[in-house]
């Protein structure tokens, strides 16, 4: 550990009793690092914004930890900070630990970043996160590596550019098919055609052929919510959450025509089919199969009672996962290096909407960027809470008060000792470390 870094942490010790409790290798809140093992890294506990409990916040209240969220409100996030002794600063302030922010950050800003303050998006993001440069993306992966390694998306189209391919393969397969703008989010502007003079060409969107053998439950469609962390992309590191949760469209599911226009049965977002009728929610948190939104556990428990091999099937998931993530590595890894000084600096969570077909095959949807956080029943609560918190615990932030400046000398462990840390079981999973070893 740096000469100055142990001084700076002596000197901003309040008390000799909390410093006692900082030392404290079994405080539920530090994880110590490093080679001599003296640098603390807090821990993060879901169960902290229920119990307030003061052993958890005063790591934070004792290293002034702090944030700023910009251009986004998330109470659940500003909640697990808050728990956790972190102070909220005006989104102008320089002096933070963490800036959660809703969308990109100029370049002139990244480079300011200093080694301790972290922002939760990776420059140039949005190659996975517009519909129109993930789809990009893709088609090159499709013809450097071959169309059946990376037959992750259903056949697209980019409007207009691509109109006469469209309409040639339209005559070939009349459909239906679904059309998207191409950064739009919550299934605002998604209709479905089964021609194309029903295509406005006014802007940029996207048309794919619409996958009309979704697997159902109880004759319902439903997708799934996947939530990927990355924390670098040189080299690569790829987490997985093993919680995830399936949204059910609020009509069953029938392929007549007649119906094309029924989002409550075509559209699985819950931004749309919560304002149906007949969504159903449910009270009660231990309850995770019930309504128009369970777990991802108790969707793959159900499967599997109907004879489902849902092992093969979260393997393609996977695989489905990282594929989507190679295709726009070489683009935000070089922004990373043009843009930001250290590379403990960004990391991202990534909202990954996956529909499966009834042959049990796994299709992308899309990558949301800044995924929502939104805590309409108590089961949200129940998984985001713990991934947001499993996820700072991973993310690493050092207790290092931001107003003092860390010496020259790196204040961060090792690559390979900040894999060791409790994020990933029995949360979460490593997915892909470099060569995605398993």
């Not at 029903?198 to 159902?216: A, F, H, T």
Request: charged share 25%; net charge neutral; hydrophobic share 40%.
């Amino acid at each position: 550990m740096p000469v100055v870094m142990a001084r700076d942490l002596e000197e901003t010790a309040s008390s000799s009793e909390d410093e006692d409790l900082v030392n404290q290798e079994d405080h539920p809140c530090i994880m110590w690092t490093g080679g001599c093992r003296r640098i603390p890294v807090l821990v993060f506990h879901a169960e902290a914004i229920l119990t307030k409990d003061n052993n958890i916040r005063i790591i934070g209240e004792r290293y002034h930890l702090s944030y700023k969220i910009v251009r986004t409100d998330s109470r659940l996030v500003r909640s697990i900070l808050t728990a956790h002794g972190f102070h909220e600063v005006h989104p102008s302030s320089t002096d933070y630990n963490l800036m959660w922010t809703g969308s990109h950050l100029k370049p002139f800003l990244l480079r300011t970043l200093s080694e301790a303050q972290k922002v939760n998006h990776f420059p140039r993001s949005y190659e996975l996160t517009r519909k129109d440069r993930l789809y990009k993306n893709i088609i090159r992966m499709q013809h450097t590596h071959g169309f059946k390694a990376f037959h992750i998306l259903p056949q697209t189209f980019l409007l207009p550019a691509e109109y006469a391919e469209f309409c040639n393969s339209y005559s070939k397969d009349r459909g239906p098919w679904i059309v998207k703008p191409v950064a739009s989010s919550r299934g605002r502007g998604v209709y479905l055609i089964n021609n194309p003079n029903q295509i406005s060409l006014e802007e940029n969107i996207l048309v794919s052929r619409y996958i009309n053998n979704p697997l159902l439950i109880d004759d319902f469609k439903f997708d799934v919510r996947l939530y990927v962390l990355v924390t670098s992309y040189d080299p690569l590191v790829i987490y997985l959450y093993e919680e995830g949760l399936a949204r059910f469209a609020t009509v069953r599911y029938d392929q007549g025509s007649k119906n094309i226009r029924n989002q409550f049965m075509h559209l699985t977002n819950y931004s749309v089919n919560k304002k149906s009728g007949d969504y159903v929610s449910c009270d009660d948190p231990e309850v995770e199969d019930y309504g128009n939104k369970w777990s991802m556990s108790a969707m793959l428990r159900y499967l599997k009672q109907e004879g489902k091999d849902t092992t093969a099937l979260m393997a393609h998931v996977e695989d489905l996962i990282i594929k989507t993530i190679i295709s726009a590595e070489l683009a935000i890894a070089t922004a990373c290096k043009t843009f930001v000084p250290h590379r403990s600096s960004c990391f991202e969570l990534y909202g990954f909407d996956v529909l499966i077909d009834n042959t049990l095959k796994p299709w992308l949807l899309e990558v949301n960027l800044s995924p929502s956080l939104a805590c309409d029943a108590p089961l949200d609560l129940k998984i985001k809470a713990s991934m947001i918190s499993d996820m700072f615990t991973v993310v690493g932030f050092v207790c290092q008060d931001p107003a003092q400046r860390a010496s020259s000398r790196s204040i961060y462990p090792s690559f390979e000792s900040s894999r060791r840390n409790p994020f990933q079981k029995p949360q979460a999973f490593l997915l892909g470390i470099i060569a995605f070893q398993s």
